[in-house]
């Protein structure tokens, strides 16, 4: 994409093109480019070979280094179905942007069309290109982290019916979920934030503003994230205090009623023995009296019991 003085596209423009005095700026984004493409940017746009090593070795984290004036930026999108980072590398010279891509996205595919589309868009120039891109990368955070509180608002509702470890299971799939996209912000929001600190790149002062709310949007997207792996760890903890609770309640209730048949066992088993002197066997009333020592015994473990509110 050339732009020319009346901020107008040249309908494809070869690369020797894109040297003419009447090309005010130029994107050129290399979407899924082949081997001989990728050579392009040493002989053509002669980059540092630091850079091009940088866009050959997948995945680096997001960065931003400066080659004299030329501004090489790590990107990273991110894929919606697997929370994968995705690289794009930005090269940005003072009059041009070149965009490098392993695979097509369709956030490059959006701005394209943008900028190809409204005549005001381009007529803020290349910084403004370069604000597009990241912006867009950035919003597209957004609905993969909805989905997660989506997610954890499900589980709020339902997680008195769903059993323990099937809950569990999906907490700490949530908590991968949003570790995989905090590795993607956390190194973004680094960068912008060099970024709207930079001196170095052209232009930049004037469009400050833009990067600055994407800076915003990336501390809130932080935030988000941070208060919805709190929210898993409080979900986590209570279901383990009440799954605790309910194991206490069951060891309480078989620990008391253990307590009340040890006393009628070692009854039971006293006169279960075969001695043949054993006087209380030749009562009469004898089998009737231990029964009731017995019924005794339980029922005033069982008040005493009540009464120290052991049951509670």
Request: proline share 4%; with cysteine.
């Amino acid at each position: 994409m050339a732009v020319n003085d009346e901020h107008e596209i040249l309908h494809q423009p070869s690369l020797d093109d894109l040297n003419h005095a009447d090309i005010r700026w130029y994107w050129v984004d290399f979407n899924a480019p082949s081997e001989e493409e990728a050579q392009l940017l040493q002989q053509h746009f002669h980059f540092h070979p630091l850079a091009i090593e940088d866009c050959h070795h997948w995945l680096q984290r997001p960065k931003l280094d400066h080659y004299d004036d030329i501004h090489f930026f790590v990107l990273h999108a991110m894929n919606p179905d697997t929370l994968a980072a995705e690289e794009i590398d930005m090269f940005w010279g003072s009059n041009f942007i070149v965009t490098f891509h392993s695979r097509p996205l369709k956030e490059m595919d959006e701005v394209w069309q943008r900028m190809a589309e409204h005549q005001r868009l381009r007529e803020k120039g290349n910084v403004y290109l370069a604000y597009f891109i990241i912006d867009k990368l950035v919003d597209e955070y957004f609905p993969s982290l909805y989905r997660i509180e989506d997610q954890l608002n499900e589980i709020e509702i339902r997680g008195k019916n769903v059993p323990l470890h099937m809950l569990m299971n999906e907490i700490f799939e949530i908590r991968a979920k949003l570790l995989k996209i905090r590795k993607t912000i956390v190194p973004m929001t680094e960068l912008l934030y060099r970024v709207i600190n930079s001196e170095r790149i052209e232009g930049l002062k004037e469009r400050i503003v833009y990067f600055t709310d994407i800076y915003d949007h990336l501390l809130k997207l932080s935030e988000t994230i941070e208060a919805n792996r709190e929210l898993t760890a409080d979900i986590r903890d209570s279901y383990v205090s009440i799954n605790s609770y309910r194991m206490n309640t069951i060891m309480k209730t078989l620990t008391v009623i253990t307590t009340i048949f040890m006393p009628l066992t070692f009854i039971a088993g006293v006169y279960g023995m075969n001695f043949q002197r054993m006087p209380e066997l030749a009562w009469h009333w004898g089998y009737y009296m231990v029964l009731l020592i017995m019924l005794a015994i339980g029922v005033g473990m069982y008040l005493w019991f009540r009464y120290k509110r052991w049951f509670d």
